[in-house]
Structure formats: structure tokens, C-alpha cells
């Protein structure tokens, strides 16, 4: 191959551990916070309604390990999206509101963190999650509180929590970097 070829864009990433491990870092504990909130709240959504949608019986921490393994996923998506050219190009422009120009990278991917976990609350429990138990038909997942006000807090909560972790795990610059290809 030629070296014009073997170069790729990485556009405003840098990190010595990459957006992946960022974002599943930042989806556990994102997980992890909205899961005491909802431990809070009502300690069955995680023992018994999480694992009930799956059509499991509550054993153990089982709903904790599926409620860390959802975050671990969303994180990851969450990564994937933010550092695409054209979500992170829109996070580092240089906005012509004052306020805004004065807001740094960081900032913006909590922001962008927050509007991600509002988008899987609307999207997760509030359309998914209704046709998923009525397709499984399992009477354990049917108290899940799908568009409760604790769940669009916990989800906004998880947002927020995985763009500050990601944010700090992560470098994000507006410079353009080219990196070789791996084979």
C-alpha cells in the first residue's frame, strides 16, 4: 500500500487509551450513579424488574451486573458518536454567542452527555421498553417504571455522569491528527 492510503483522519481525538475504554469507563459509573439513585427510589427496579425483563428470576446482583453491562454498552455508543467527525466538529466550532465561545471542549461533551441520556430516556424506556414486555410477556418487568420521573432523572443523571468521565478520560482537541492504519 501506498503511505497516501495507509493514513486515516482521527479528527480531534487524542488519548493514550482511545474513546472505547472512555466510553465504558464512563458508562459503568454513569451506570453505577444511576443505579443508587434507583436503589433509592425503589431497590425492586434493580433486583427484580431489571433482571425481569429479561424473562430472569431476581437471583444475586444479577440486576446490577445488567444494569452495568446496559451502561458499559451506552457508554460505548456514546463514545463512538461523540468522536465522529460530524458531532465532535459541532462540539469544537467556535459559536458566535458569547456565553457559548466561552464554554470549553469539556463542557460541551457533559452537555453532549446530558442530551444522550435524554435521548435514551425517550427512546429506551419510554418506547422500547413498553413493546419489549409485551413481546416477552413476563409479568416481572411490568411495575418498571418507564416514563417515571425517576427514570428520566436517573437517565439525565447517567448522561451527565458519562460525559464528565468521558471528558476526563479522554483528550479531545479540534486539531486533525492523521494516524496510520492498523492492519
Same mark, same amino acid.
Do not use: K
Given at each position: 500500500?501506498?503511505?497516501?492510503?495507509?493514513?486515516?483522519?482521527?479528527?480531534?481525538?487524542?488519548?493514550?487509551?482511545?474513546?472505547?475504554?472512555?466510553?465504558a469507563?464512563?458508562?459503568?459509573?454513569?451506570?453505577?450513579?444511576?443505579?443508587?439513585?434507583?436503589?433509592?427510589?425503589?431497590?425492586?427496579?434493580?433486583?427484580?424488574?431489571?433482571?425481569?425483563?429479561?424473562?430472569?428470576?431476581?437471583?444475586? @446482583?444479577?440486576?446490577?451486573?445488567i /444494569? !452495568?453491562?446496559? &451502561?458499559i454498552? #451506552? +457508554?460505548?455508543? *456514546?463514545?463512538?458518536?461523540?468522536?465522529r467527525?460530524?458531532?465532535?466538529?459541532?462540539?469544537?466550532m467556535?459559536?458566535?454567542?458569547?456565553?457559548?465561545?466561552?464554554?470549553?471542549?469539556?463542557?460541551?461533551?457533559?452537555?453532549?452527555?446530558?442530551?444522550?441520556?435524554?435521548?435514551?430516556?425517550?427512546?429506551?424506556?419510554?418506547?422500547?421498553?413498553?413493546?419489549?414486555?409485551?413481546?416477552?410477556?413476563?409479568?416481572?418487568?411490568?411495575?418498571?417504571?418507564?416514563?417515571? @420521573?425517576?427514570?428520566?432523572?436517573? /437517565? !439525565?443523571?447517567? &448522561?451527565?455522569? #458519562? +460525559?464528565?468521565? *468521558?471528558?476526563?478520560?479522554?483528550?479531545?482537541?479540534?486539531?486533525?491528527?492523521?494516524?496510520?492504519?492498523?492492519?
Amino acid at each position: 500500500m501506498s503511505a497516501e492510503s495507509d493514513t486515516q483522519s482521527t479528527v480531534g481525538v487524542e488519548t493514550s487509551i482511545g474513546w472505547p475504554v472512555g466510553g465504558a469507563v464512563g458508562g459503568a459509573v454513569g451506570a453505577l450513579a444511576f443505579g443508587a439513585l434507583i436503589w433509592l427510589f425503589d431497590p425492586e427496579v434493580v433486583s427484580a424488574a431489571i433482571p425481569g425483563i429479561y424473562g430472569l428470576d431476581p437471583v444475586g @446482583v444479577v440486576g446490577w451486573g445488567i /444494569h !452495568l453491562v446496559h &451502561g458499559i454498552g #451506552l +457508554g460505548l455508543i *456514546f463514545g463512538f458518536l461523540v468522536t465522529r467527525e460530524p458531532i465532535l466538529g459541532t462540539l469544537q466550532m467556535n459559536p458566535e454567542t458569547e456565553s457559548l465561545s466561552r464554554t470549553g471542549i469539556t463542557l460541551r461533551v457533559v452537555a453532549a452527555g446530558f442530551v444522550f441520556g435524554l435521548a435514551i430516556w425517550a427512546v429506551l424506556p419510554v418506547i422500547v421498553l413498553p413493546v419489549w414486555i409485551e413481546a416477552i410477556g413476563t409479568e416481572a418487568a411490568a411495575d418498571f417504571p418507564t416514563a417515571a @420521573v425517576e427514570s428520566m432523572v436517573g /437517565h !439525565l443523571l447517567f &448522561g451527565t455522569v #458519562l +460525559g464528565i468521565v *468521558f471528558a476526563l478520560v479522554t483528550n479531545l482537541h479540534p486539531e486533525r491528527a492523521e494516524t496510520p492504519l492498523e492492519d
